[in-house]
């Protein structure tokens, strides 16, 4: 599940004592979110139909006149049956450190759709908020961090997305992991301690878990060692069928659009005159 993004890995951990404070709501976040949700339903997919002021209502009452830290799952369920979407089969992808390849696979490819490729992600990618106990408005000062509280407003929303975004899946589904990262399938993630759980295996045929390393590693993780067999041995306990690849060639040329100049990305030399 870092910043909400969505996939990214979050890591919700519960801290006693005094919460530290991070930046506060996000200026104009009104204004942002509206404008990306018709954004989203005149540009990018103008096929669909949704209220986006109803839906910036649902998410006001979700946060609103409660605590900082105080903000469950459960809150947004409104909000997500106002923004409800049915979601292709064969084509989410998840991801866990790999937020800015997975994405650039996804724009370039158009074979992918990740959760940031939602509605939801879309409306919310890269945002803070939260309210104020007994108080109408947003608190645009400070927010507390992710890590120093369970029901945190921000990571209580990508742990709704995530749950939905996974059930929701169904054929073959994408799993693309950093092999160069020691526990390459982390179970604190939010890969590892929402989405892989709610994966249904009666929708899922199967799941493609693909390794990607840096372009000038390390090369930590591959499919047959260290955190990986952790995530293949979850997978068949729980009845899926898997298959695991490392380093795929056309994944290695989208890494190279972007370090044409790393040795590895060098394959063709020029012809001697």
Same mark, same amino acid.
């Given at each position: 599940?870092?910043?909400?993004?969505?996939?990214?890995?979050?890591?919700?951990?519960?801290?006693?004592?005094?919460?530290?404070?991070?930046?506060?709501?996000?200026?104009?976040?009104?204004?942002?979110?509206?404008?990306?949700?018709?954004?989203?339903?005149?540009?990018?997919?103008?096929?669909?139909?949704?209220?986006?002021?109803?839906?910036?209502?649902?998410?006001?009452?979700?946060?609103?006149?409660?605590?900082?830290?105080?903000?469950?799952?459960?809150?947004?369920?409104?909000?997500?049956?106002?923004?409800?979407?049915?979601?292709?089969?064969?084509?989410?992808? *998840?991801?866990?450190?790999?937020?800015?390849?997975?994405?650039?696979?996804?724009?370039?490819?158009?074979?992918?759709?990740?959760?940031?490729?939602?509605?939801?992600?879309?409306?919310?990618?890269?945002?803070?908020?939260?309210?104020?106990?007994?108080?109408?408005?947003?608190?645009?000062?400070?927010?507390?961090?992710?890590?120093?509280?369970?029901?945190?407003?921000?990571?209580?929303?990508?742990?709704?997305?995530?749950?939905?975004?996974?059930?929701?899946?169904?054929?073959?589904?994408?799993?693309?992991?950093?092999?160069?990262?020691?526990?390459?399938?982390?179970?604190?993630?939010? *890969?590892?301690?929402?989405?892989?759980?709610?994966?249904?295996?009666?929708?899922?045929?199967?799941?493609?878990?693909?390794?990607?390393?840096?372009?000038?590693?390390?090369?930590?993780?591959?499919?047959?060692?260290?955190?990986?067999?952790?995530?293949?041995?979850?997978?068949?306990?729980?009845?899926?069928?898997?298959?695991?690849?490392?380093?795929?060639?056309?994944?290695?040329?989208?890494?190279?659009?972007?370090?044409?100049?790393?040795?590895?990305?060098?394959?063709?030399?020029?012809?001697?005159?």
């Amino acid at each position: 599940m870092s910043k909400p993004f969505i996939g990214v890995v979050i890591l919700l951990f519960l801290f006693s004592g005094k919460s530290r404070t991070d930046k506060g709501t996000t200026q104009n976040i009104k204004e942002i979110i509206i404008g990306r949700c018709y954004s989203y339903v005149k540009i990018v997919h103008p096929s669909s139909r949704y209220n986006c002021e109803e839906i910036w209502r649902d998410f006001q009452d979700a946060v609103l006149n409660k605590g900082p830290c105080n903000v469950h799952v459960e809150d947004y369920d409104k909000l997500f049956q106002t923004a409800k979407q049915t979601l292709p089969c064969n084509k989410l992808l *998840f991801w866990s450190q790999t937020h800015e390849f997975v994405h650039s696979l996804s724009a370039v490819t158009h074979l992918f759709i990740t959760l940031e490729d939602t509605l939801i992600g879309y409306m919310f990618n890269d945002l803070t908020w939260c309210g104020q106990t007994n108080h109408t408005g947003f608190d645009f000062n400070s927010c507390p961090e992710w890590s120093t509280c369970e029901h945190h407003p921000v990571s209580s929303l990508w742990k709704k997305a995530s749950e939905y975004f996974a059930y929701s899946s169904c054929g073959n589904i994408t799993v693309m992991l950093n092999g160069s990262i020691e526990k390459a399938f982390n179970k604190e993630s939010m *890969f590892g301690s929402v989405e892989i759980n709610s994966l249904d295996p009666r929708k899922i045929n199967h799941v493609n878990i693909k390794v990607i390393d840096d372009l000038e590693g390390p090369f930590r993780e591959p499919c047959t060692s260290g955190s990986i067999l952790d995530l293949i041995k979850i997978l068949q306990n729980r009845g899926f069928q898997w298959t695991c690849t490392e380093n795929e060639m056309s994944f290695m040329h989208i890494q190279c659009v972007k370090n044409p100049s790393i040795p590895l990305c060098r394959i063709c030399k020029p012809t001697q005159l």
